[in-house]
């Protein structure tokens, strides 16, 4: 019999709970006696706030109370700067981070001004007409380019600018590569990335229990210890006073590890301060103000080659908006500086990016975190340079992709875990051989781009091929914990610190556990994202849960392992080495009716009676944690078909291919649906999804009706294939997944439409993402010679 | 997003849902099938002090033939029903042709036929197949009925015909007469969405095989649903050869009440564009259905 | 009638009879979560676009937050709540859904659902491109719906039955 789990397609053991409407999400807590918060959100982008009054508010029927910021006394404070900047020598950096009620000024359109208290979320909302305030609408900095000239209109008045950081970092000798070479291309790209959306907005209930000094708070965050440790700090209670759950999340994709959202601050604070418990869920219109973004860069950027197309140097100066305020440091302009390199070998590298300040929602990671710009940029550099010189996309690329030898690469710049970046490993060339032939690279590449297939009288339309690469670091530290318990009824509990919204991770650390401990996956229960079950850890972000988390529960399982081993050596009289966990059992090898099960090796560790060793623990538990020393660096390279009607400038994905490495595998079918729908995410960002700002810095689009979701009509069906490179870096071998299928899209889709046209318009030039229909019909315009 | 109080009567006949909206005025509002107006009210952006629930009106939801060889639409007849209804296939097969193309089917469902038309959104399909068919649509009000055609109905933007006090209680789809032809084509960003540009054309050829009626109407190309009278009027007498559904598709882009608008969707130069783009397509189908009916 | 004038809603959701006063405006995905505390039945957008609180009403696949609680008297509800057995077992087609991983986070999962039910009812045999087309009202910000699309495909020749408490009937 194979008790062998890892690695296997096992079907996820929270299913059930979640098909049946038994998961529990954090709108679903009720408490007795609860109340319903409402927001009253700026209007205005840019505004200076003179008075606010609440009194008609506080006194309609139904409310309880209302407060604004100078209500909050010595509780009203800036929110922490989560990311401090990493050790980039003259790297400039402003940190200004978010308030809980907008004081003073407002700084873009949705920030909280006011809160109201009331038996119903209805009532809260009516009272939110009452609320009567003076806000004087400012001039407003929205646009990237504008918002740093000289007289821009300051969003944070103590600086001379609306600079929030300036980082160059380089490597080699990029005017030195840049005079030797054959080719040099110079462009200018606009990457903007959008919402998350996850289907769940967020929400927080918070429950003081007066009696017992104990607050319990319910958030959808993907980072709980950090919330609970944050919120002790503020609120003037010990860690152990509070409890934070992160129930069953909807869906993160990065914008539930932003702390301290405003509402994540007051919302507790009013448990307290009412003694009630107290549910404030945002709704979808909130989450589009409220809720971080991730937004646009513009590089200016610069390739060299030789003639046969081996990069020389690569040279980039972007803008990167930031938002209203940067809480979260330069990781997603750090991501785009470092993944632009790509699996390539970049010899010289000169990058500069500032961060700006604008009048709009805070940027922080959304799924790819900034990976996507920096891949553009490169991706669209080799197209312009293969074409430039006559060489096919994926030969330029051939060209220049790191062989196994050359691992471990150093790219001699600072990656966002402020540790070197450095490519632990990588096996590119196999993966674009694979990805070639699953996409019949020679037959579509320069196949019929006109297609005959269509009935006479109908719509011509074209089809085109594109293929990229790219890697992502993965699995960044610091640590993460787990606790693995084995129960006297043989159950084994597993718990761990980090969040979970959908990654599979009752059943991924079940697998993981199960293998070492011999058990079925069904008897191991993995709790995540309750402090109070564990309270080490920072949370799921960076494609990291599977990583270091799951790395951290293997260490535990190993530990736990060897204690069995020694109990059962003791009660079965035999040799450790002689022993297997099988079935739940440790057996004796070759005398399988030797035996003894789990759950009563659990009882005698754990006696009523006698004592235990000294220098032992009782009970079949152990605690580890794992620190990777740096990242885990996957690596992919993606294909798709597209079909395009010139005369419409729609465009359908006909086929989509990922061949993707990310080490060892946990459980292959998790890993299939991350890719999946990393992917969806991707073809979203590159044609259907954009947050559209007026020139009032007024988000245009707050509506699933009017922000598009791809749906499962536009998806196509996604083929996979993995390679295995497993990580050097940690003793299972995974590398991070999570975000994986977000990162290539918008290059692949740019190069696949131009190839699709590349008959009736040769010069196209896509250098931009996302495109929309109208979009791309301006630029074939353009190309064309014509006015849009 | 929770609406805002609002007063709820659920009548069960014509006659007490006119008595209500008659004694509150312009402060009621009727509840079809609630898919434009409750995301509306949940943004808060209506807020109806009363509303006239019409579901509990079984008179109000009919599909029947009319003695003309048309068919008639009751008002609370639900878009699933008129999309699987098999008179309306044979009699106005345009309408079966774009009902699928509104929203999604569980949209559908509850939406009902003349909450579509009476609410006039300048994007929606229905309104401008109306047009193409030139529709009438019955009106009530306490004190009686009138019929108004379709191109009086819409008046402006989400504005039509129907006063306060009126409702529209059914729609009379005229019969597709011998040799008659009819197509729809829309672009829309994702399936279901509303479209960019949508147009409905409506032929008919003589004996002698040339044209001798044409209607082509728009959505999201103006403040309603919009007829193109002088591009339609250039299609007569020709046999529909490429030129002239090329010639009038041009005249329609370009004609004084085409005025589309450019919004975070489109621009009003792409939406012009796909005017002629999908007017040859419409007009190429429905002459080559209007010969095979000739 | 004035404004805080209570109606009262008598109705039968997923088999059981339910009795409750009800303020005009309260819709029904709050009713049916808040008042009765059926939970699965989940809110996205709550302007008919996500599709995640997408139940069956009388048979029909609806959207919860574009229906006031006040309307549905006298009507007969499904909610995922009513679609397994009583003894547990999954309905077939949420068994399919566990199969093929159709869910991650599982937020969306009772709007594909309720969705899926009544349209295999109907279309018994979906190709593809029907399968996509009848879940094109859901947005699943996860899966990248293919798990969904092979979930349906799998029990496209065998249809998915009623749900439990409306097959003991
Ligand atoms: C996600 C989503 C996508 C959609 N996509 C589309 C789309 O692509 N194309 C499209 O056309 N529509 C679309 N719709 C709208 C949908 O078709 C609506 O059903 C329709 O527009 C309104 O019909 P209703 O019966 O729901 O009317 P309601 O929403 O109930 O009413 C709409 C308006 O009409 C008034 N009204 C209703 N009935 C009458 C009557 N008999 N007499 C006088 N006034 C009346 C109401 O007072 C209200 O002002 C979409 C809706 C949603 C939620
Ligand atoms: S919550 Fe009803 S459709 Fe989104
Ligand atoms: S599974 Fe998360 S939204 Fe569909």
């Not at chain 1, 103000?289 to 972007?318: K, M, N, Y």
């Not at chain 1, 057996?587 to 006696?607: E, F, K, M, T, Y």
């Not at chain 3, 009507?75 to 566990?98: K, M, N, W, Y």
Request: hydrophobic letters at 40%; proline letters at 6%; aromatic letters at 6%.
């Amino acid at each position: 019999m194979s008790s062998r789990v890892f690695g296997e397609p096992i079907k996820r053991l929270e299913d059930p709970r979640l098909l049946t409407g038994d998961a529990v999400f954090v709108d679903d807590v009720e408490r007795p006696g609860m109340l319903h918060v409402a927001f009253l959100r700026s209007p205005y982008a840019h505004g200076r706030l003179h008075a606010i009054d609440l009194t008609d508010a506080r006194s309609r029927d139904g409310v309880i109370a209302a407060f604004a910021a100078d209500d909050l006394g010595a509780y009203w404070q800036h929110g922490p700067l989560l990311v401090p900047p990493p050790p980039i020598a003259d790297a400039v950096f402003y940190p200004r981070t978010q308030v809980p009620l907008a004081r003073g000024k407002v700084r873009h359109a949705g920030e909280p001004l006011a809160v109201v208290v009331a038996t119903s979320r209805y009532i809260a909302e009516d009272a939110l007409d009452d609320i009567v305030y003076d806000l004087e609408p400012l001039d407003v900095a929205i646009e990237l380019e504008a918002a740093l000239d000289a007289d821009a209109p300051r969003i944070h008045e103590d600086l001379d600018s609306n600079l929030a950081a300036d980082v160059r970092q380089q490597k080699g000798d990029y005017a030195a590569a840049r005079a030797a070479a054959d080719v040099i291309l110079e462009r200018r790209f606009t990457y903007d990335h959008g919402a998350a959306a996850a289907i769940e907005n967020r929400g927080v209930v918070a429950d003081w229990d007066r009696r017992a000094e104990r607050l319990t708070v319910w958030d959808t965050t993907q980072a709980p210890i950090p919330i609970r440790n944050g919120l002790a700090g503020l609120l003037g209670l010990s860690e152990s006073q509070v409890r934070v759950v992160a129930p069953f999340i909807g869906g993160g994709f990065g914008p539930k590890i932003m702390m301290f959202y405003p509402e994540e601050m007051v919302v507790p604070w009013l448990a307290m301060r009412l003694g009630k418990p107290v549910k404030w869920i945002e709704d979808r219109e909130e989450n589009f103000f409220a809720t971080t973004h991730e937004r646009s860069q513009i590089h200016q950027a610069e390739i060299a080659l030789d003639r046969e197309g081996r990069i020389l140097g690569v040279r980039d100066d972007f803008l990167h908006d930031t938002g209203a305020y940067n809480p979260y440091g330069l990781t997603v302009p750090i991501n785009s500086q470092c993944t632009l390199l790509g699996p390539y070998r970049v010899p010289a590298y000169d990058s500069r990016f500032r961060a700006v300040f604008t009048n709009a929602t805070i940027v922080t990671p959304y799924r790819g975190a900034g990976r996507q710009h920096g891949v553009f940029v490169m991706e669209r550099l080799l197209d312009l340079a293969a074409r430039e010189l006559n060489l096919d996309p994926v030969e330029i690329r051939r060209r220049n992709v790191l062989e196994p030898d050359e691992f471990p690469h150093h790219h001699e710049i600072i990656y966002q875990d402020f540790s070197e970046l450095v490519y632990d490993s990588g096996n590119h060339r196999p993966a674009i051989e694979k990805a070639c032939a699953m996409i019949d690279w020679e037959r579509e590449r320069d196949g019929a781009g006109i297609q005959g297939e269509e009935p006479a009288g109908t719509v011509d339309k074209r089809r085109g091929v594109g293929l990229v690469c790219y890697v992502e670091g993965t699995g960044i530290g610091p640590y993460e914990g787990a606790r693995v318990t084995v129960e006297s009824s043989g159950s084994v509990s597993v718990s761990t610190g980090i969040g979970t919204q959908g990654q599979g991770h009752f059943t991924a650390f079940a697998q993981v556990v199960a293998e070492q401990l011999g058990v079925a996956v069904e008897r191991v229960r993995v709790v995540t994202g309750d402090t109070r079950a564990f309270h080490w850890g920072t949370g799921t972000f960076a494609s990291r849960g599977a990583v270091v988390a799951g790395n951290a529960c293997h260490a535990a399982a190993l530990a736990v392992r060897a204690k069995i081993l020694r109990h059962a050596s003791e009660a079965l009289e035999v040799d450790e080495a002689d022993l297997e966990l099988v079935g739940g059992e440790a057996r004796v090898v070759g005398a399988p009716q030797r035996r003894i099960a789990l759950g009563d090796l659990a009882q005698r560790a754990n006696p009523l009676r006698g004592a235990v060793a000294p220098g032992t623990e009782p009970g079949l538990e152990a605690t580890s944690y794992f620190g990777p020393s740096r990242g885990a660096t996957a690596s992919g390279v993606h294909a798709m078909e597209v079909e395009v009607d010139p005369s419409t400038a729609m465009v359908e994905i006909l086929r989509y291919i990922v061949v993707h490495d990310c080490g060892t595998v946990i459980n292959p079918m998790i890993l299939d649906g991350q890719i999946k729908g990393g992917v969806a995410q991707g073809i979203g960002n590159a044609f259907y999804e954009q947050l559209i700002y007026d020139s009032e810095g007024q988000l245009q689009n707050a509506s699933l009706m009017d922000y598009l979701l791809p749906t499962a009509a536009e998806v196509p069906p996604i083929e996979t294939a993995h390679l295995v490179t497993p990580s050097p870096l940690n003793p299972l071998g995974t590398k991070g997944a999570g975000e994986a299928g977000a990162i290539p899209t918008g290059a692949l889709f740019a190069q696949a439409v131009e190839n699709a046209l590349r008959e009736d318009l040769p010069d196209l030039e896509i250098l931009e993402i996302p495109l929309s229909p109208n979009r791309l019909w301006e630029l074939m315009c353009a190309a064309r010679g014509e006015q849009a | 997003m929770k609406p805002a109080p609002f007063r709820y009567f659920a009548p069960e006949t014509l006659d007490e849902a006119l008595s209500l909206l008659a004694e509150h005025g312009d402060e009621a509002k009727p509840l079809a099938g609630g898919q434009s107006l409750v995301p509306a009210m949940n943004f808060r952006l209506a807020q109806p002090a009363v509303l006239v629930d019409l579901n509990r009106i079984a008179a109000l939801s009919f599909i029947r033939p009319d003695d003309a060889g048309g068919v008639v639409v009751g008002a609370m007849t639900r878009q699933r029903a008129v999309e699987h209804s098999e008179l309306v296939a044979a009699r106005a097969p345009l309408v079966t042709e774009t009902v699928p193309y509104i929203a999604h089917a569980q949209i559908r469902n509850r939406g009902t036929f003349g909450g579509s038309l009476a609410h006039a959104d300048p994007a929606s399909e229905l309104p401008a197949v109306a047009l193409a068919l030139d529709a009438q649509f019955t009106l009530a009000c306490r004190s009686g009925q009138r019929v108004v055609p379709a191109e009086a109905f819409y008046t402006d933007l989400f504005e039509t015909a129907c006063g306060h006090e009126e409702l529209l209680v059914d729609v009379r789809l005229p019969t597709a007469a011998a040799g008659s032809g009819f197509a729809f084509e829309e672009l829309a960003r994702r399936h279901g969405d509303y479209a960019l540009v949508g147009v409905a054309v409506a032929v008919q050829r003589g004996a002698d095989g040339t044209l001798i009626d044409a209607r082509m109407a728009y959505l999201s190309v103006g403040p309603g649903p919009v007829l193109a009278t002088r591009a339609s009027a250039s299609l007569l007498g020709t046999r529909g050869e490429t030129e002239a559904l090329r010639v009038a598709a041009s005249l329609a882009a370009h004609e004084d009440i085409v005025d589309p608008p450019s919004d975070i969707h489109a621009t009003a130069a792409y939406r012009r564009h796909l005017i002629e783009v999908l007017t040859v397509r419409a007009l190429t189908r429905a002459c080559s259905r209007a010969q095979e009916g000739a | 009638m004035d404004d805080s004038a209570l109606i009262d809603v008598a109705l039968t959701v997923n088999g059981t009879h339910y009795q409750r006063q009800v303020e005009s405006r309260l819709l029904l995905s709050d009713f049916l979560r808040h008042d009765l505390g059926l939970t699965g039945t989940h809110v996205g957008c709550e302007h008919g676009v996500c599709g995640a609180c997408t139940i069956l009403l009388d048979g029909e696949a609806v959207r919860a937050c574009l229906l006031f609680a006040a309307q549905v008297r006298g009507s007969t509800i499904t909610t995922v709540e009513g679609l397994a057995a009583a003894d547990g077992t999954l309905h077939p087609l949420q068994e399919a859904f566990r199969q093929a991983h159709g869910l991650q986070c599982g937020f969306c999962t009772p709007g594909f659902l309720l969705t899926l039910v009544p349209f295999l009812a109907e279309n018994p045999n979906p190709d593809d491109r029907e399968i996509r087309q009848a879940i094109s009202g859901n947005l699943c910000r996860c899966t990248g719906y293919q798990g969904i699309v092979d979930a349906v495909r799998s029990l496209s020749r065998t249809g998915a039955p009623k749900p439990a408490h409306e097959a003991e009937t």
